[in-house]
Nanobody, 117 residues
Framework: QVQLVESGGGLVQAEGSLRLSCAASGSISSMYAMGWYRQAPGKQRELVATITRGGYTNYADSVKGRFTISGDNARNTVYLRMNSLKPEDTAVYYC???????????WGKGTLVTVSS
Protein backbone atom coordinates (compact mmCIF):
# COMPACT_ATOMS: atom_id res chain seq x y z
CA GLN A 1 0.00 0.00 0.00
CA VAL A 2 1.55 3.27 -1.14
CA GLN A 3 1.04 6.35 1.00
CA LEU A 4 2.26 9.88 0.40
CA VAL A 5 2.78 12.10 3.41
CA GLU A 6 3.26 15.84 3.05
CA SER A 7 4.87 18.07 5.65
CA GLY A 8 6.13 21.60 6.00
CA GLY A 9 2.94 23.62 5.68
CA GLY A 10 1.95 26.32 8.11
CA LEU A 11 1.31 29.99 8.61
CA VAL A 12 3.76 32.50 7.17
CA GLN A 13 3.76 36.22 6.50
CA ALA A 14 3.78 37.61 2.99
CA GLU A 15 7.27 37.57 1.42
CA GLY A 16 8.19 34.68 3.70
CA SER A 17 9.36 31.20 2.73
CA LEU A 18 8.34 27.62 3.35
CA ARG A 19 9.64 24.24 2.24
CA LEU A 20 7.21 21.42 1.64
CA SER A 21 8.25 17.78 1.62
CA CYS A 22 6.42 14.70 0.45
CA ALA A 23 7.67 11.20 1.11
CA ALA A 24 6.20 7.98 -0.21
CA SER A 25 6.05 4.82 1.80
CA GLY A 26 5.63 1.44 0.21
CA SER A 27 6.92 0.18 -3.09
CA ILE A 28 6.36 2.38 -6.13
CA SER A 29 7.07 1.03 -9.56
CA SER A 30 6.96 2.80 -12.90
CA MET A 31 7.01 6.25 -11.34
CA TYR A 32 7.85 8.79 -14.02
CA ALA A 33 7.08 12.15 -12.44
CA MET A 34 6.32 13.89 -9.17
CA GLY A 35 4.42 17.06 -8.63
CA TRP A 36 2.69 19.55 -6.41
CA TYR A 37 -0.85 20.82 -6.81
CA ARG A 38 -2.89 23.20 -4.71
CA GLN A 39 -6.49 23.99 -4.00
CA ALA A 40 -7.60 27.30 -2.58
CA PRO A 41 -11.00 27.70 -0.90
CA GLY A 42 -13.77 27.77 -3.48
CA LYS A 43 -11.40 27.01 -6.35
CA GLN A 44 -10.43 23.97 -8.34
CA ARG A 45 -7.22 22.09 -7.76
CA GLU A 46 -4.44 23.46 -9.94
CA LEU A 47 -0.96 22.47 -10.96
CA VAL A 48 1.89 24.16 -9.13
CA ALA A 49 4.97 22.32 -10.39
CA THR A 50 6.12 18.97 -11.69
CA ILE A 51 9.44 17.22 -12.09
CA THR A 52 10.22 14.13 -14.15
CA ARG A 53 12.58 11.35 -13.16
CA GLY A 54 15.08 12.92 -15.49
CA GLY A 55 14.85 16.26 -13.73
CA TYR A 56 12.77 18.22 -16.23
CA THR A 57 10.63 20.76 -14.40
CA ASN A 58 7.44 22.60 -15.22
CA TYR A 59 5.83 25.45 -13.27
CA ALA A 60 2.59 27.32 -13.24
CA ASP A 61 3.10 30.88 -14.45
CA SER A 62 1.92 32.23 -11.11
CA VAL A 63 4.84 30.63 -9.23
CA LYS A 64 7.68 30.87 -11.76
CA GLY A 65 10.72 32.50 -10.25
CA ARG A 66 9.43 32.04 -6.70
CA PHE A 67 8.96 28.28 -6.25
CA THR A 68 11.46 25.50 -6.89
CA ILE A 69 10.60 21.82 -7.13
CA SER A 70 13.19 19.13 -6.56
CA GLY A 71 13.08 15.39 -6.17
CA ASP A 72 15.01 12.46 -4.79
CA ASN A 73 14.10 9.44 -6.89
CA ALA A 74 16.00 7.01 -4.71
CA ARG A 75 14.05 8.10 -1.64
CA ASN A 76 10.73 8.68 -3.42
CA THR A 77 10.62 12.18 -2.04
CA VAL A 78 9.69 15.48 -3.62
CA TYR A 79 10.21 18.98 -2.27
CA LEU A 80 8.79 22.40 -2.99
CA ARG A 81 10.72 25.44 -1.91
CA MET A 82 8.42 28.46 -1.84
CA ASN A 83 9.88 31.96 -1.62
CA SER A 84 8.31 35.40 -1.75
CA LEU A 85 4.98 33.96 -0.72
CA LYS A 86 1.84 35.94 -1.41
CA PRO A 87 -1.60 35.77 0.22
CA GLU A 88 -2.93 34.29 -3.01
CA ASP A 89 -0.65 31.29 -2.48
CA THR A 90 -2.86 30.29 0.44
CA ALA A 91 -4.17 26.80 -0.29
CA VAL A 92 -3.98 23.15 0.59
CA TYR A 93 -0.97 21.73 -1.21
CA TYR A 94 -1.03 18.15 -2.43
CA CYS A 95 1.79 16.03 -3.75
CA UNK A 96 1.27 13.59 -6.57
CA UNK A 97 3.37 10.74 -7.93
CA UNK A 98 2.65 9.76 -11.51
CA UNK A 99 2.97 6.06 -12.29
CA UNK A 100 2.38 4.19 -15.50
CA UNK A 101 0.01 1.71 -13.87
CA UNK A 102 -2.44 4.12 -12.25
CA UNK A 103 -4.26 6.79 -14.24
CA UNK A 104 -4.16 9.61 -11.67
CA UNK A 105 -1.15 8.33 -9.75
CA UNK A 106 -0.88 8.55 -5.98
CA TRP A 107 -1.98 11.55 -3.95
CA GLY A 108 -1.13 12.80 -0.52
CA LYS A 109 -3.77 14.11 1.87
CA GLY A 110 -2.51 17.67 1.65
CA THR A 111 -0.82 20.23 3.83
CA LEU A 112 -2.25 23.69 4.48
CA VAL A 113 -0.23 26.78 3.61
CA THR A 114 -1.59 30.08 4.87
CA VAL A 115 0.05 33.35 3.88
CA SER A 116 -0.97 36.41 5.84
CA SER A 117 -0.73 39.94 4.46
Amino acid sequence: QVQLVESGGGLVQAEGSLRLSCAASGSISSMYAMGWYRQAPGKQRELVATITRGGYTNYADSVKGRFTISGDNARNTVYLRMNSLKPEDTAVYYCNFKVATLRDGYWGKGTLVTVSS
